[in-house]
């Protein structure tokens, strides 16, 4: 791993950890194994690297889910729901992963929401797009009853989010607690199995 790789290692880490605000760069610097000053030869500044992190972490959650909806090609709409509700649940159950997530959406610094809802929302808008249309394809196929395609979403989203969200407590049962939403979501819309 090269210097560069390190910083942004150490950065995921701690922006994850301590979050914007308790970010020091100097701290990253003992973690690369550098002095402070040296780190300006990689980064232009806190501020900069907070953004490469975030555009870093839209890219690596673009990339599971497209690599999910290539290897679905053909399968039926359903199963290729289910693959991204398998593929978004387990990308979020890295730790480090989730918890840069839920300082970036939920508590993200006044200054970068406005960066951070446009990155992640490009990426959030095409994951959307092929979700809804999955729904689409599944009622034109009669494999769920037609209805409202924003109601189904509406509903499937809370889902996902509520599944996300476990991923955030304790619980030794949490993978269960998943498992069974998504049965009772399923039986909610008429999606057999």
């Known amino acids: 791993m090269n210097t560069k790789e390190k910083i942004m290692q150490s950065a995921r880490t701690r922006f994850a950890r301590e979050g914007y605000e308790g970010l020091s760069l100097a701290a990253v610097a003992e973690d690369v194994g550098i002095r402070k ?37 053909g399968r039926p709409p359903l199963e290729r729901i289910e693959s991204i509700v398998n593929t978004l ?43 809804k249309e999955q729904f689409r394809l599944a009622m034109e196929r009669g494999d769920l009853p037609v209805q409202s395609l924003d109601e189904l979403y509406a509903a499937y989203y809370c889902f996902l989010d509520g599944a996300l969200l476990s991923l955030f407590t304790f619980e030794e049962d949490r993978e269960m607690r998943q498992q069974a939403a998504f049965r009772i979501f399923k039986k909610g819309v008429g999606w057999d199995e």
Not at 38 to 49: T, V
Not at 57 to 73: G, I, K, L, S
Not at 103 to 130: A, N, Q, S
């Open 37 to 73: 000053p040296s780190l300006y030869a990689h980064i232009d500044g806190k501020e900069q690297l907070f953004k490469q992190v975030v555009t870093d972490m839209a890219n690596r959650y673009e990339e599971v889910w497209q690599t999910t909806c290539d290897d679905t090609v």
């Open 89 to 131: 649940t387990s990308f979020f159950s890295d730790h480090e992963t989730w918890m840069l997530t839920k300082r970036m959406l939920l508590v993200p610094p006044p200054e970068f929401r406005e960066y951070i809802e446009e990155v992640i929302g490009t990426v959030e808008t095409k994951l959307k797009r092929f979700e």
